[in-house]
């Protein structure tokens, strides 16, 4: 055990013993993550894709199949695809689970918590002594903003494994020397993980980028193993996108050029890891996520203009400059997968202060513990009781009923792709007012519409449906939902 461990944490144990200790808390994040597990799921269209590209490839169907139509509008917020390497973790487990969301929460934490020995290894592998790595693991580990990833259906608990698995095996690769002894190997093998991270999510495209120019700015040229995996990587990414997913298709037209945005996205971002301690009193919070970030800086500064940066350093910059020009919606979740690299650097920057001015020695214990007592303070917050509203609702439960009953050619809602898993109807997102009139009009057969209690109904498709309460039929209602069915049928435009 190195001296600052010894000074700064005042722990003796054996390399025995802190082993074991350490094998016992990620044990024991595994029962809290399996205990903090809600039953339901929220409205959020996202987790259908991937429930119904999970049964697609379980059932043996193209796994893009579905019944949900995209539109011009739809096409931003409302993707119909997303990359299948998540789809395809769940179609094991796809029959058993069938609509038991509390069981997908479970099954999607699994990998998390895999995750977390290897963000520990990342950070032992960055030069963080064994006590400082475990607790910043920790401080991630049992983050307010992981539970409310892992209370959602989604990609991103199964990305923070790949993406770490692939940058443990590149930062390994480099200290075993197999980047110069077996660099056509090694760079297949990293060119294979890499599409790995871009086939779970496309934001895997920073890890991608970061592992060339680390390449580049680390050794000033094109050395073999980069060109092993360029070659392997361009290879495999073409028949990517010929045969399996285009993520042009899905995120072409998100990406458009707004300097505002940009602005607004840049200040959103830079305080966006205050979401570790999501819930918690705005004071200490924000007093961590500034300190935080200051260090966070610091720390790359030194490791990046002092010294070469590498894919570590260049992974965190490219994550944060994707999302500041990703212009159709703001998320903290869009830089979960950085979180642990970020808690590393803030832990490096701390330990920094400590070593070189003695008179801040107390700094990185006084600093955790304040992280964790907020973080307590954040979890109080936590609803941890089965979602009071959501896709579990017997009046949600009621209307699809309703609708898969009836002769309903093409539905029009708020959440097309919720209705269409549960319905297994064409569903479409209807139009903007002033366009809804043509919309309805290129629909033939019997078009239903689904109002439902909330903000954009009420606003958008309740007063059409006023202003047209002659041409339709309110055929279900059940003090949520209401079906209203176009009277009159569209014949089909030749």
């Given at each position: ?471 339709w039929d309110k055929t279900f209602d059940n003090g949520q939902f209401r079906v209203y069915l176009r009277k009159k049928e569209e014949r089909p435009r030749l």
């Amino acid at each position: 055990m190195d001296a600052f461990e010894v000074q700064v944490c005042q722990l003796t144990f054996s390399d025995h013993y802190k082993h074991w200790i350490g094998a016992f808390l990620w044990f024991a994040v595994g029962i809290f993550y399996w205990q903090t597990s809600r039953p339901g799921h929220d409205w959020g269209g996202d987790f259908s894709v991937y429930l119904w590209q999970a049964d697609n490839f379980a059932e043996g169907r193209p796994y893009t199949q579905s019944s949900f139509v995209a539109t011009a509008r739809s096409e931003r917020n409302h993707p119909g695809i997303y990359p299948p390497a998540t789809s395809l973790f769940m179609s094991p487990v796809a029959k058993t689970l069938g609509w038991d969301y509390q069981g997908w929460k479970r099954w999607l934490a699994f990998p998390l918590w895999l995750s977390l020995p290897v963000w520990f290894a990342i950070g032992r592998h960055m030069g963080l002594p064994f006590w400082p790595a475990v607790l910043a693991t920790l401080l991630f580990a049992t983050s307010t903003i992981g539970f409310w990833i892992r209370d959602n259906v989604g990609s991103d608990t199964l990305f923070q494994l790949v993406s770490g698995v692939a940058l443990l095996v590149i930062l390994e690769g480099y200290k075993r020397g197999w980047d110069v002894r077996q660099p056509v190997g090694f760079g297949v093998s990293i060119a294979l993980l890499l599409l790995l991270c871009y086939a779970t999510r496309a934001a895997g495209l920073a890890l991608v980028l970061a592992f060339f120019a680390g390449e580049l700015a680390q050794h000033r040229r094109i050395r073999r193993v980069a060109v092993a995996a360029g070659v392997a990587f361009a290879i495999a990414i073409v028949v990517y996108n010929r045969w399996i997913f285009s993520a042009n298709s899905q995120y072409g037209s998100q990406f458009e050029f707004l300097p505002m945005a940009y602005v607004a996205n840049f200040l959103y971002y830079v305080r966006s890891h205050a979401s570790i301690w999501q819930g918690s009193p705005a004071i200490p919070r924000y007093l961590l996520s500034l300190g935080g970030l200051l260090l966070a800086l610091w720390v790359l500064w030194k490791r990046s203009v002092l010294q070469r940066p590498g894919v570590v350093e260049l992974y965190v910059v490219i994550s944060y400059a994707m999302v500041t020009v990703y212009s159709t919606t703001q998320n903290s979740r869009y830089l979960f997968g950085i979180y642990p690299l970020l808690v590393f650097l803030i832990t490096f920057g701390l330990i920094d202060l400590a070593v070189h001015w003695k008179a801040l020695r107390w700094l990185p214990a006084a600093s955790a513990t304040l992280a964790f007592l907020t973080l307590g303070l954040a979890w109080r917050t936590v609803d941890l009781t089965p979602l009071s509203a959501g896709v579990h609702q017997q009046a949600f439960t009621d209307v699809c009923q309703f609708l898969r009953n009836s002769p309903v050619s093409t539905l029009l809602s708020w959440n097309p792709r919720l209705f269409a898993l549960y319905t297994q109807r064409p569903s479409v997102l209807y139009a903007k007012p002033g366009e809804l009139d043509k919309q309805l009009a290129s629909l033939p057969g019997k078009v239903a519409v689904v109002f439902y209690e909330h903000e954009m109904d009420r606003e958008e498709l309740g007063p059409y449906l006023q202003s047209h309460e002659s041409e339709w039929d309110k055929t279900f209602d059940n003090g949520q939902f209401r079906v209203y069915l176009r009277k009159k049928e569209e014949r089909p435009r030749l």
